[in-house]
DNA sequence: AGCACGCCGACT
DNA sequence: GTCGGCGTGCTC
């Protein structure tokens, strides 16, 4: 064998690479593939880099256990990819291959049957909705929600209407519905939504054109500019249809898939077996199958969240990322730490693939590349469904006592009794915050010196931040009876129980939502069984609900006052969406702003729907203060059992780092403060050169023998 | 990351 | 006399 050794990453925070004897059975072994290695006294799966003739390793070389791929999973642009990912967000090569490539494959499962719903003939079905409505709303809910979807499982429809067994039972006995056993080769043939003909509108067109001419070039970038109800969806269809009559492969980002089953079902329809799903609720055995699919070549179009962006795919021609401003692209943790529309801008370099932003509200970071002609805007001006744009009122609460203005309290009578939906968003989980009035105490976190929030269902008080329980029920200062103040999502609930005693309303925030119950919440909001719909941000103030005549946001201050700054962007955002949301048919929806800010430029920006307007003024802030775009952020925490210890370090770091050529702001305390027994503080490097920065601060990190203790965060 | 080796305090 | 803390160093 000429090239007996092969170079190995491992799935290890480790920078290095190791070196393997090849042995003879494995001799054809290609550079790509996986393999099992001894490392240390376990073994692991690591990535075969190149093949070499020869290893600088001094000691005596250890055989590679086997094989995992008849091919390689791993093309020279995928490597090329992983590389660069390396470099720009200073991460260790074995972790960002294993976040590329699946940890099985080979499903090769029977598929097996299952049982679905299925509705009678349609002309009877819609005759029994008709019959059903008033008499046993529930049955009628069942019967509507099947006419939108084939091969629903029972599980599946009672999730998504919300219903419990027994108006399914009624539906059976009557024999509107029964139950059929098909073979369902899991995801591909489920929430196929019944496709429907539509027709592009003149600028919806003009996009698919550009973007048709761009993938035939191989190289563009895009922001398709529209709100909500513009018809971007139908200009991705389009776009992706595109890409596989040019024989290239399509690749479609989404912030969460179980909250956009209306995309996911038009995505399915339109490409059927062709669509490859891959999101984070996928079993191990699910992904793997998917994943086999794209091998084999019956997938040419993959929709999925976040981490699909790193799939490697053969000739990639275009990538669409929906809602590219959606903070859920972002990975923080664990590592690697990346941003799915970083990665994909530079894939469409790297593998001359266009890619196509959507988005109502923009980045800024997208905004700014429109501005510098990096990126190509195309705007979709018009609602496709036309209905007027919502009537916008702001009230000031400094003239308010309390978090309820009357004004936002008539329109909520007012819409509910005209039997209308509506939301209130809310940011602030919990009761409310815990205030002494005799000694003026407000009570903290101790780790996090972050205001805590009482919970009443535990009756306890609680930091949002790191989770902990204090152990106090009165004033931890003087003893006295504390008194809650401020508005949380449960204080709110509790008051507008009390107030509107007929009315269905329903709380959604991180304490009611088990993780995967979002989007069954939200679908029995959009079927009406809700009637008022509170919640924070996760009620998802960008989708179209087009039953809801009132969107109230309770405070628009909490947006404001988060100590970030990315807040203002975020708020403006929230804000644009809530009041871009479209009424239904002639009824004009109408949106409630509460704020003791209400000359504050965002909420101005936002209400007269001027993003032109917000963005400059933004990027002005980010350009006089060095953050994004205009700077790169790096932040560096450093963690030690003990509290000085981590300080140190940090002084030892940013003494060291005072050659180079950036800002370094700090050291402050990480939040959360303490995390698994460690206490983290924090540096943050502002820098307009990258490329020079990174490579010699990790350098000083491991001059320093940090390595351990140091983890680097690249933004974005 | 794991996991070993290795050198100093409280216990059968 | 041992058990066990976590500080340094290695994994081809």
């Not at 079902?265 to 079993?283: D, I, K, N």
């Not at 919990?430 to 009443?456: D, M, N, S, W």
């Not at 009165?474 to 509107?500: D, H, M, N, P, Y």
């Amino acid at each position: 064998m000429e090239q007996p050794i092969a170079e190995v990453a491992v799935p290890r925070p480790l920078e290095r690479t190791f070196d393997y004897r090849i042995p003879e059975h494995l001799s054809g072994l290609l550079p790509g593939v996986r393999v099992r290695v001894p490392f240390g006294r376990d073994q692991v799966v690591g990535y075969v880099l190149q093949r070499k003739a020869h290893s600088a390793f001094g000691g005596k070389l250890q055989p590679l256990i086997d094989c995992l791929d008849d091919a390689p999973l791993l093309s020279p642009a995928a490597l090329a990819l992983a590389h660069w990912m390396v470099q720009y967000y200073v991460c260790p090569l074995g972790l960002v291959l294993q976040a590329m490539l699946p940890q099985r494959l080979h499903p090769s499962r029977p598929s097996r049957n299952k049982q679905v719903v299925v509705a009678r003939p349609l002309p009877q079905t819609l005759g029994a909705i008709e019959q059903l409505r008033g008499v046993a709303p529930q049955q009628a809910r069942l019967l509507k929600t099947l006419l939108g979807y084939d091969n629903l499982t029972v599980r599946e429809l009672l999730d998504l209407t919300g219903c419990s067994y027994g108006p399914l039972r009624g539906l059976l006995l009557k024999g509107w519905v029964e139950l059929q056993s098909k073979p369902l080769c899991g995801v591909e043939n489920r929430f196929h939504e019944r496709p429907k003909a539509l027709t592009l509108n003149g600028a919806q067109q003009a996009a698919v054109d550009a973007i048709t001419a761009a993938i035939g070039r191989g190289e563009g970038t895009f922001l398709l500019h529209g709100v909500n109800g513009s018809g971007k969806t139908e200009v991705y269809l389009n776009a992706v249809r595109m890409a596989l009559e040019t024989d290239k492969m399509a690749l479609v980002l989404v912030p969460e898939i179980s909250l956009t089953p209306q995309l996911l079902s038009r995505f399915r329809s339109r490409f059927g077996q062709r669509l490859a799903v891959l999101h984070s609720a996928l079993t191990e055995a699910g992904r793997a199958r998917e994943w086999s699919r794209l091998c084999q070549g019956e997938a040419r179009v993959v929709l999925g969240v976040r981490s699909a962006s790193l799939v490697p795919l053969e000739r990639l021609g275009l990538i669409v990322i929906d809602e590219e401003h959606e903070p859920s692209y972002k990975q923080a943790s664990p590592e690697p730490r990346y941003h799915a529309r970083t990665v994909a801008l530079q894939r469409g370099k790297l593998e001359g693939a266009v890619v196509l932003l959507g988005s109502a509200t923009p980045s800024l970071e997208t905004f700014w590349r429109c501005e510098t002609g990096q990126i190509q805007r195309l705007s979709l001006p018009e609602r496709v469904v036309s209905a007027p744009a919502p009537r916008v009122r702001l009230v000031d609460m400094n003239a308010v006592h309390g978090w309820l203005s009357p004004v936002l309290e008539r329109a909520l009578a007012d819409t509910l009794q005209a039997k209308k939906q509506a939301m209130l968003l809310l940011n602030r989980r919990g009761y409310g915050v815990a205030f002494c009035k005799p000694c003026q105490h407000t009570q903290r976190c101790p780790r996090c010196g972050i205001v805590l929030v009482f919970h009443l269902k535990q009756a306890q008080l609680r930091c949002h931040y790191c989770n902990y329980v204090s152990p106090h029920t009165s004033c931890e200062r003087c003893g006295a009876a504390f008194e809650l103040i401020g508005a949380g999502t449960q204080r709110v609930e509790t008051k507008l129980k009390r107030l509107f005693p007929s009315t269905c309303v329903e709380r959604m925030d991180s304490d009611t939502v088990r993780r995967g119950a979002h989007a069954a919440l939200l679908e029995r909001f959009r079927s009406g069984q809700i009637e008022l719909l509170l919640g924070t941000q996760m009620i998802g103030v960008g989708h179209d609900f087009p039953g809801v005549g009132l969107m109230g946001i309770v405070d628009a201050d909490t947006l404001l006052s988060v100590p970030d700054f990315r807040a203002a962007e975020r708020s403006f955002q929230l804000l644009a969406q809530a009041a871009g949301r479209a009424g239904r048919g002639e009824q004009r929806a109408e949106v409630i702003v509460q704020t003791h800010h209400p000359q504050h430029y965002i909420v101005q920006h936002a209400l007269r729907n001027d993003y032109e307007a917000f963005a400059k003024e933004e990027l002005a802030f980010r350009k006089a203060h060095r953050y994004p775009p205009y700077a790169t952020l790096i932040r560096v925490s450093l963690r030690h059992k003990n509290e000085d210890s981590a300080l140190q370090q940090a002084l030892k770091l940013q003494a060291a780092l005072a050659d180079v050529a950036c800002d370094v702001v700090g050291p402050s305390k990480g939040l959360p403060f303490r995390w698994r027994g460690r206490c983290r503080w924090e540096l943050l490097l502002k820098t307009e050169d990258p490329k020079l920065v990174k490579p010699a601060l990790l350098e000083r990190v491991k001059q320093l023998g940090l390595d351990k203790s140091a983890t680097l965060n690249v933004d974005p």
